[in-house]
Structure formats: C-alpha cells, structure tokens
C-alpha cells in the first residue's frame, strides 16, 4: 500500500487484485495510443537542461508554457473520455476508488462503497476522484503499462 497527501487529506492506495487489473486494463487500453503523445510532451518539458554558464537548470513546468499546444496533444484523450461508454468510465472509477482509503484522525475509512457505487465523503469532488483514479491506475498498471510500450530489449533465454 502507498500513502500519499493530496490537497490537506491523506490517502492510501490497496492492490487490485488479478482480475481487477485484467479487467481495468481491458478498458484503459483504447486510451493509451491518445495519451503517448501526452507523456511524451511532458517528459519532454521536464527534462533539466544546461543553462549558459554550463549549470544545469530546469525548464519551464508542461502548464506554464504553450498551453495551446498543450490543450492540443490533451484533445484526442478528452475526444476519448467523452466517447466512453457510461457503463466503462463507472467501472473505471469504482474500481479506482474502491481500493482507495483517506485517513481520518488515527482510522482508514474506505473512499468508496463497492456494494452501493457511491462516495463515502461528500466533500470529494471529481477533480480530485479522477486524481485518485489516476494514481491507483499509475500503480496498478503501471509495470504492465510500461512493459507494453517499451517492448522487452533482452528477453531471457
């Protein structure tokens, strides 16, 4: 499990088990192909680089330069998310939510009730439900993902 702060609350990440993963890989998947272009561009952004003195300094973060060309790479991803069925974008995030946990005080209470589809906590707004939705995608699928897109370069005999 992996604790993390997002905003002023903190939250923690369970495992999906196998068929979870199989099953939220099989609806991530068309996704993918859009957003390539997307990671591309931001680790592009991100790179350090050397400055005029030879020191190496940071570039500019993905949302503080051309947001145009931004807006642009991020269209096909939101043409996708609104192409997505209803019943494919609610299994994504009840699945997402359902692993994950917000501490209150010294407890962990479930951010999301599986049995009832709903939100434990009425002050969780999309926003932040789609960065917890992220987040537990990054983790659970995120070897598999990477894997997927870098190809094995020395597969064992």
Do not use: Y
């Not at 997002?6 to 923690?12: A, H, K, M």
């Not at 859009?34 to 949302?63: H, N, R, Y």
């Not at 790479?73 to 359902?98: H, K």
């Amino acid at each position: 499990m992996s604790e993390f702060d997002l905003g002023t609350d903190t939250f923690r990440i369970g495992k999906l088990n196998a068929f979870q993963q199989f099953h939220l890989s099989r609806k991530v998947a068309p996704m993918i192909p859009m957003l390539i272009p997307v990671f591309l561009k931001l680790k592009q952004s991100s790179a350090p680089v050397a400055g005029e003195d030879g020191a190496t300094v940071s570039t500019e973060t993905p949302l503080s330069g051309d947001l145009g060309a931004l807006a642009e790479l991020l269209q096909p991803f939101a043409d996708g998310i609104a192409a997505m069925p209803d019943e494919t974008a609610e299994f994504i995030l009840s699945t997402c939510l359902g692993v994950v946990q917000r501490k209150q005080g010294a407890s962990w209470f479930p951010v999301w009730n599986t049995s009832h589809n709903v939100c434990m906590f009425d002050d969780l707004d999309l926003g932040l439900m789609m960065k917890l939705s992220v987040r537990v995608i990054t983790e659970s699928l995120g070897p598999f993902l990477r894997g997927m897109l870098t190809g094995q370069s020395n597969p064992k005999a």
